[in-house]
């Protein structure tokens, strides 16, 4: 038996992603947040999967809105952030920087990641490549800053950053296409955004998720990731300016786009 972590992808809400994830060897399934439990059991039972836990990112209500309905019906163990464990609903274990939590053989180390709210965490699976962000990152987008600042941010995408190109990151969210049309504005020269923007459009015609992206793509075209762009410095009237100035002033303009 060849052995896969396979990771179930499920519509919730307006446009929240909800992502079962399942170990094929030990039949171990996790669910990453739980913004909605109808499309959540439906995908478990389409599957023929139980639930064992549940992986909170944070303890917004589309994120962990689910959790003690989900506990009740599965009996499922809740692992959430030990920053925020106050706000997250019927958590079990609490976990931090450097942690690591398991699926059968899958191992995931949770990175903390506070600017989103105080007690964001994201897990990356590096034996698979994959990784589950929450609303920390977005394809060609980053949170919005609810409860840290612009530094707290950006060193949590730092973090995000330092893990291999080719890592699939599943955002909690679909939200590329008016992420793109804020790109364009304030990085209008960055060819690759471009023709980003083209293959966005198109898939959203046809009704195809952008979601999941990977580190390489959003480090060639997200302007929350690029503050060395000269065109974006030029844009944002920061020209020569640090990392986080730049960064923190594409935040502020996208908060008033
Ligand atoms: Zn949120
Ligand atoms: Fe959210």
Redesign the pocket.
């Known amino acids: 038996m060849t052995t896969t972590l396979e990771v179930q992808q499920i519509p919730c809400l307006s446009d929240n992603y909800g992502y079962l994830v399942h170990d094929t060897v030990s039949g171990l399934t996790a669910t990453i947040d739980t913004p909605d439990t109808g499309p959540i059991l439906q995908a478990l039972e389409t599957k023929g999967w139980r639930l064992d836990f549940i992986f909170n990112t944070?303890h917004?209500d589309?994120?962990a809105g689910g959790n003690l309905a989900l506990k009740e019906k599965t009996g499922c163990e809740i692992i959430g952030p030990r920053a925020d464990a106050g706000r997250i609903p019927g958590i079990d274990r609490q976990v931090g920087e450097g942690d690591s939590v398991t699926l059968g053989e899958w191992q995931f180390t949770v990175h903390d990641t506070p600017g989103?709210?105080r007690g964001h965490i994201v897990y990356h699976c590096q034996q698979a490549g994959v990784a589950f962000v929450g609303?920390t990152l977005f394809a060609l987008g980053c949170?919005r800053l609810f409860e840290g600042t612009p530094a707290q941010m950006w060193d949590s995408l730092q973090k995000i950053l330092s893990w291999p190109d080719q890592t699939l990151i599943y955002c909690a969210h679909e939200y590329t296409q008016a992420n793109a049309r804020f790109a364009l504005s304030v990085e209008p020269g960055n060819t690759d955004l471009v023709a980003r923007d083209v293959q966005i459009s198109a898939a959203r015609e046809r009704g195809e998720p952008t979601v999941p992206t990977t580190l390489a793509l959003e480090r060639k075209t997200n302007p929350f990731l690029r503050p060395h762009s000269s065109n974006l410095q030029q844009t944002v009237g920061l020209v020569g300016a640090s990392d986080v100035e730049v960064f923190t002033r594409t935040r502020e303009l996208k908060d008033s786009f």
């Open positions: 944070h917004h589309d994120h989103h709210t609303d949170g």
